[in-house]
């Protein structure tokens, strides 16, 4: 997860140099009264970097995907209450089908 | 017959006759809000981008069209490809925050086209009152 910051903010500090890069092309444009085009071929490289570690931390930061099926491993709620008074039996379950699979931790 | 449990034909019974989509709502509700956060980010990113290439018009909607097509592909991949375990349904992974972003991309390239040509235009008339 820091490693994935840190990629993030690598990516957008070679971005904010493109920018600038970016500035100072288009002034000398400017100065010499041309016409801007396109940006010079190394701000396209930085970009393309910029946007590939970008795209990175993007996926990797904000966290993983969990399972959202019931009978995966890190979803299982199987657990006996420690506390006998407590035990619920009157509950959903009696609405799903009766073929179940027995797995226990 | 006890109410809402059937009894009569048991053996015969199988799973697929009951078709009861469950999964769990908050891990749903979590990966939801991976995906927005991946897609809002990568919405600034694409803005900035466009912003600095000077993308204009149809240009800059097929790049945001672009990022967000690599972003999904992106999300599927960290989701291994097999989405029904964490999604349900594939409009999740493709559709979700697509307009949103639009708007922030949008935000992100004006400020950035606009803020590098002011930038420039002073940088310009600072340069013509020096010289």
């Given at each position: 997860m820091?490693?994935?910051?840190?990629?993030?903010?690598l990516g957008v500090l070679i971005l904010s140099h493109a920018a600038y890069s970016t500035?100072?092309?288009r002034t000398l444009l400017k100065i010499t009264e041309e016409e801007f085009s396109g940006p010079p071929i190394n701000v396209v490289f930085e970009l393309l970097l910029g946007l590939v570690l970008c795209m990175w931390a993007a996926l990797?930061?904000?966290?993983?995907f969990q399972s959202i099926q019931?009978?995966?491993?890190e979803n299982r709620v199987v657990s006996l209450p420690s506390n006998l008074d407590f035990m619920i039996f009157n509950h959903r379950g009696k609405a799903f089908p009766l073929e179940c699979t027995l797995k226990s931790k | 017959a006890m109410a809402g449990h059937d009894d009569s034909g048991a053996s015969e019974k199988k799973a697929s006759d009951?078709?009861?989509?469950?999964?769990?709502?908050?891990?749903?509700?979590?990966?939801?809000?991976?995906?927005y956060y991946s897609r809002t980010f990568m919405s600034i990113?694409?803005?900035?981008?466009?912003?600095?290439?000077g993308f204009t018009g149809l240009m800059g909607f097929i790049f945001y069209f672009l990022v967000m097509a690599i972003t999904s592909i992106g999300l599927t991949a960290k989701a291994g490809f097999s989405i029904h375990s964490y999604f349900d349904s594939w409009n999740r992974i493709i559709l979700d925050g697509f307009l949103g972003g639009l708007l922030v991309c949008?935000?992100?390239?004006?400020?950035?086209?606009?803020?590098i040509a002011v930038t420039v235009?002073?940088?310009?008339?600072?340069?013509?009152?020096?010289?």
């Open positions: 820091a490693v994935g910051f840190a990629v993030g903010v500035i100072q092309y990797a930061v904000p966290g993983k019931l009978d995966s491993d | 009951f078709d009861i989509p469950t999964f769990s709502n908050e891990n749903m509700q979590s990966n939801m809000k991976v995906i990113i694409g803005g900035v981008i466009a912003g600095i290439l949008c935000s992100l390239f004006k400020l950035f086209l606009t803020g235009l002073n940088l310009h008339v600072q340069h013509i009152n020096l010289s």
